[in-house]
């Protein structure tokens, strides 16, 4: 399908290393740039070069692929890179981040169980900000379920809007796991959102990263609200492919979350240059035939 004539410049739609998993943080970088992909966001994770930042320097410049985000480890699986110590690990994420020119880190909140980080976070996390340019943007999470229980794993809150953060990530599976009103919490956010994780759920107790119209949650309103209200962040596709049968298979997936991200923010751009110029209501549009939109 052809790309959108109008582009949103501010508007930077950027493929999370994590989209291709199980593949490696390198394939990510050959895939963003062959789709056509603003930049990627590193997940820093086991892929010893997601833990490296010359080697990811020499897949940008290789590539001509920018990175724009840096995803601190936070993950179970991640407990012990770059250190046990979660207060290092952010401060490796910042440097990353201030090396290869990206613009945010992404943070999760701690888990439950890590006390002394979790009593410290909120204040600590506030006070990196203030030293850096680099946004320190704190996501969204969810309860863990198991059958008829729940469980809080995140502290302090898993709903993030309820502290005192400079920066948010929303990430829409996250938001159809808790089973949240997403534009509800983006509301909250307010001006404070500075990042997205764009994927799609079915409010299923597993966390789903669908590719985005495939599920039930507002992905195409969200884009018309950040062109609406002059979102200067970044857009990251951040969807699961581990069940694509072939390479194949998973770059057409990430393709067409690409196409529906640039689709509906290149709308709503040309509807508010309408009306900005008079032009009156948006445009009716004939999107029959395309997933979710």
């Given amino acids: 399908m052809a790309e959108p004539a ?26 963003a740039a062959r789709l056509g992909y ?22 940008s410049d290789y590539h001509r692929v920018p990175v724009h985000a840096i995803h601190a480890p936070c ?10 110590d979660p207060w290092v690990k952010l401060q490796r994420a910042r440097s990353a981040a201030e090396r290869l020119g990206a ?13 002394q980080y979790a009593r410290d976070f909120v204040t600590g ?50 938001t159809a796991t808790s089973r949240s009103d997403t534009m509800a919490m983006v509301d909250r956010m307010g001006d404070r959102l500075g990042h997205v994780h764009l994927a799609d759920g079915k409010g299923s107790a597993k966390d789903e990263h669908l590719v985005p119209g495939r599920g039930d949650q507002p992905c195409a309103e969200l884009l018309t609200r950040l062109v609406r209200t002059g979102f200067d962040g970044n857009v990251v596709i951040e969807v699961n492919t581990r069940r694509a049968m072939s390479g194949a298979e998973r770059e057409a997936d990430l393709a067409e979350a ?34 979710g939109s």
């Fill in 125 to 174: 996390i506030r006070r990196m900000a203030d030293e850096t340019d680099v946004r320190f943007a704190v996501e969204n999470m969810y309860p863990w379920r198991y059958r008829d229980r729940e469980m809080l794993a995140y502290a302090p809150e898993w709903d993030v809007t309820k502290d005192d953060y400079t920066h948010f990530t929303i990430d829409l599976s996250h």
């Fill in 258 to 291: 690409l196409e529906f991200t640039r689709r509906h923010l290149a709308a709503a751009a040309a509807d508010r240059a309408r009306e900005s110029a008079g032009g009156g209501p948006p445009a009716v549009r004939d999107i029959r035939g395309v997933r």
């Fill in 6 to 31: 109008v582009r949103t410049p501010d508007v930077k739609v950027v493929l999370s290393t994590a989209s291709v998993y199980p593949e490696s943080t390198a394939t990510a970088f050959e895939i």
């Fill in 103 to 115: 613009s945010t880190v992404v943070v999760h909140p701690p888990f439950r169980w890590q006390r």
């Fill in 38 to 59: 603003d930049g990627v966001e590193v997940m820093v994770w086991t892929d010893p070069v997601s833990q490296d930042v010359e080697a990811l320097r020499r897949l």
């Fill in 75 to 84: 993950l179970l699986i991640t407990q012990r890179v770059w250190s046990t």
